[in-house]
């Protein structure tokens, strides 16, 4: 085992939800959501894992405070398994932290037996991807699970993709083995807002979660952000008549019944948007 201690109790047949850095997180959208249920709901440390096991320390130094001299205890990244409920008493249970850089096979192996343990009815994956989808419109929310069913009641991307696995890959791959179901839900961000927070995207990320997983979530103190950002987003956007362009080829696209690809080679980068909206706030945000 490569978890170091237990701690708090675990509640029956949670929902657990990973939500490990690593992965690409445009909008700062997975870290959003997740800041989010951890600072709504009451979670506990369940399980500690060993991160001289796990983590390239060299890549990732544990931290340390110090104060008029005196050197406090020294802060070890890795993964935890915090544990709580909701406002209705469902039960849940969230893998936190960093991914791993080693064991990703017998890792995903100690948390599957974990979750057998605890009798885990679901376990969502929380992410997200930079795309060609434009503000103005919902954050589109896709899915891979271990069923098309499952995969069906939020909606997937079509066809064939060769692609990087994430931790959740993992271990949703071994929960088939136990046969509990997975997902992943991954938001469609606004590729031009990828490097500033965006938390329209965590707000349709996490009504996701409470669809498929049945949990009780509140997502009232992302909103005025979400709407803040928008309106700023559009302020820019309108100052320049090549951005108002890429916007509106993005609108159309969208409303094609047989949406073609669009030639994002006209388009303005989601870096270069992303710079001179991070101006553009700097300048007007008071901050």
Known sequence: MSFLRREAIAPDEPILIVGLEGWIDPGFTAATALTCLLDQFDTRTHIVFDTDDLIDLRARRPRTITRDGLRSRVYWPGPRLRVGSDEEGNGMALLVGPEPDFRWKSFSAEVIELAVEMGTKLIVGLGAAPAPTPHTRPVPIVATASSQELSAEVGYRSGT??????????????????????ISLIARVPHYVATTPYPAASIALLQ???????????TESL??????????????????????????QLEDRIRRVTPAEVDEHILPTGDQIADELQRYLRNHSGD
């Open 223 to 248: 909103e005025e952000g979400a709407e803040s950002t928008n309106r700023e987003v559009d302020r820019l956007i309108a100052q320049s008549e090549e951005h108002t362009a890429m916007v509106r």
């Open 161 to 182: 993709r060769d692609r990087p696995a994430r931790m959740i890959d993992v271990i949703g791959s071994t929960a088939d083995l136990a046969g509990i179901p997975s």
């Open 208 to 218: 996701a979660l409470s669809s498929v997983s049945g949990l009780a979530i509140n």
